[in-house]
């Protein structure tokens, strides 16, 4: 009797450590959520072509709150959403499906927006991104892209904001784009044409004479400097200028910058931070924002309120 009473004692004892285990368990898998600006990094490029209508769409259904993306210029002055200048052999297939050997035949400055259209920019499988679902799409313009955000205000009530990035530099002056002054007045007579708020709207750019000639050009719009090393103090004393956002390589930054930034009255959003746990270390940080390729492993983190 005095065995048999020993043996429930014990199994009682095992029952509440395998229940205290469970419980533990539970906790460490409750993450803890914080209010961000999440952006979807060309679109959701971990899960659709990048810079693709599909993926802007994906990535508005996830609940981004910004739809990141980055436009050229075309021969006949259409503003093009692609980051590349060029049709990059990794992402896009010529006019006939076939993979392209030399993509430096296909400037997309030197093309009009009509032969642009006929490249499949999307079927091809992405090296870096083997979660991403292939499918046949073409670079649209940008024009394009802001109608879609409309027709989504229409249907679901809300309105995504907008973080194009001008891709320019002094070296590709008059090669893949035009001046920089003609680059960011094409860009903003598109937005404006399309009648979206101002509001809605982010310029950003690595090329510091875009972005100085954002804000001396265009007060009304928001600009972010783009920065791939470097301190928030030395960066913002060689632009010259104070834009709104400060946008720094992730891993470059730490929180002395976001410190700083925010006592200039600058948000900080860095970029392409793919990892969550590198994204709650940045959260942590009091970072105002993500840029990310995953929008549905930010989600996860994003509180909603």
């Excluded at 971990?46 to 021969?75: C, H, M, R, Y």
């Excluded at 392209?100 to 927006?113: G, H, P, T």
């Excluded at 746990?277 to 309120?305: C, F, H, W």
Aim: neutral net charge; charged residues 25%; glycine residues 4%.
């Amino acid at each position: 009797m005095k065995n048999i009473l020993i043996l429930f004692v014990l199994l009682g004892f095992a029952k509440s450590l395998l229940s205290c285990k469970k419980t533990d368990s539970s906790k460490s898998m409750t993450l803890i959520t914080y209010k961000f600006d999440l952006q979807g990094h060309r679109g959701a490029r971990g899960i659709l072509p990048e810079n693709s209508l599909q993926a802007f769409q994906k990535a508005i259904d996830i609940g981004v709150n910004t739809l990141e993306l980055d436009v050229v210029i075309s021969k006949d002055s259409m503003v093009v959403v692609s980051h590349d200048a060029y049709m990059n052999p990794d992402v896009c297939l010529n006019a006939q499906g076939q993979k392209i050997s030399d993509s430096s035949q296909f400037n997309l400055y030197k093309m009009n927006y009509e032969d642009i259209k006929t490249f499949d920019c999307g079927s091809l499988q992405h090296p870096n991104f083997p979660e991403q679902k292939p499918l046949k799409t073409h670079k649209p313009l940008l024009s394009e892209v802001i109608k879609m955000t409309t027709d989504n205000l229409k249907k679901k009530g809300t309105r995504v904001s907008l973080n194009i990035e001008i891709k320019s530099s002094p070296e590709t002056d008059g090669v893949y784009h035009p001046k920089p002054d003609v680059f960011a007045d094409l860009v903003i007579k598109t937005i404006k044409n399309e009648l979206i708020p101002l509001n809605k709207i982010n310029i950003q750019s690595f090329d510091k004479r875009v972005v100085r000639y954002v804000i001396d050009h265009y007060p009304e719009i928001s600009t972010a400097y783009l920065v791939e090393n470097g301190s928030f103090y030395e960066n913002l004393q060689d632009l010259g200028k104070t834009p709104q956002i400060y946008s720094p390589y992730f891993k470059t930054l730490d929180s002395l910058d976001v410190k700083q930034a925010h006592n200039s009255g600058v948000k900080v959003i860095p970029w392409t931070v793919n990892e969550i746990s590198d994204m709650q270390n940045l959260l942590e940080l009091g970072v105002d924002g993500l840029i990310t390729d995953y929008p549905n492993r930010a989600k996860a983190l994003q509180s909603s309120n």
